[in-house]
């Protein structure tokens, strides 16, 4: 899962992909090619940050920011489109554009979200993450990190079933970093085999994020190499989803693991 950021404050490619303070088509188009030929399995379409200490942006702008780049992506590419919001409005503006996926950090809390998506049909990530990015690391405080987590997606996961949307169109993801400090997310990290065994596919999202500074010493535009030694670590644990900036070292990776796995 290629990251697109349509986004002015992601914290490692924020306002990339604009060009006078709106989103670049030309250039996102650029991108996503560049991604395609790196080998790309799906577009992950974001037009708000949810960083740490991030402003919340209006459905409106949002929606100006996604729905745009996700007509073009469906129109230009044959990869799937998954778009990254928790907004009720912004579900249904993306399904209509033609999105795959909806992959949602708030897990399909906010009012009126699991009607949504439920109504557009499509498969959903639920994301664990405590309160919202301006304070989530406030709530950054566990007994036992990996059943709680765990216990949180089980219920969205009934929550979602119980809506309507089938269990076979629905995906989790632990949060790395949201809500969550270095001996958190290395805990769930290390249990990952425990979400695999849910039977839902688990989406990974460590891509160049803090705990892979703090392990290395890095800054956030020089962590690819500790991104893509998670991302190996991640898919020997059993996930089947790696959402990740840097998807031609990814790629390269996945295929040399693959070539010494495999069995003759």
């Known amino acids: 899962m290629g990251i697109l950021n349509i986004t002015p404050d992601s914290f490692s490619d924020g306002g990339q992909l604009f060009t006078g303070g709106k989103p670049d ?22 037009g708000e940050s949810t960083r740490p200490g991030a402003t919340p942006v209006t459905p409106q702008e949002e929606i100006a920011r996604v729905i745009p780049v996700v007509t073009m992506l469906k129109q230009a590419f044959d990869t799937p489109v998954s778009v990254d919001t928790s907004e009720p409005d912004v579900i249904a503006a993306a399904a209509d554009a033609g999105a795959d996926l909806i992959n949602d950090v708030r897990a399909l809390t906010r009012p009126g979200a699991l ?25 950054a405080q566990y007994r036992d990190v990996v ?30 970093g ?52 998670l991302a190996l670590l991640a898919a020997q644990a059993g996930a089947r989803v790696l959402r990740v900036h840097d998807v031609a070292e990814t790629v390269e990776a996945l295929a040399v693991m693959a070539a010494v796995e495999e069995k003759s």
Do not use: W
């Open 178 to 229: 949201f809500a969550k400090h270095l001996a958190h997310n290395l805990a769930l990290f290390r249990a990952l085999p425990r979400f695999v065994d849910t039977g839902l596919p688990v989406l990974v999202g460590v891509s160049r994020k803090r705990m892979v500074g703090e392990i290395t010493g890095r800054a956030s535009g020089n962590r690819t190499l500790g991104s893509v030694a």
């Open 115 to 139: 009607e949504a998506a439920a109504a557009t049909g499509l498969p959903v990530c639920l994301m664990h993450m405590r309160g919202e990015p301006e304070s989530m690391q406030n709530l």
């Open 25 to 46: 088509l030309a250039l996102i188009r650029r991108r996503a090619a560049a991604m395609v030929d790196d080998g790309v399995d799906i577009f992950d379409v974001g």
């Open 147 to 176: 059943t709680e987590v765990l216990d949180y997606l089980n219920e969205r996961v009934s929550a979602c079933e119980q809506a309507g949307i089938h269990r076979r169109g629905l995906m989790i993801d632990p949060g790395f």
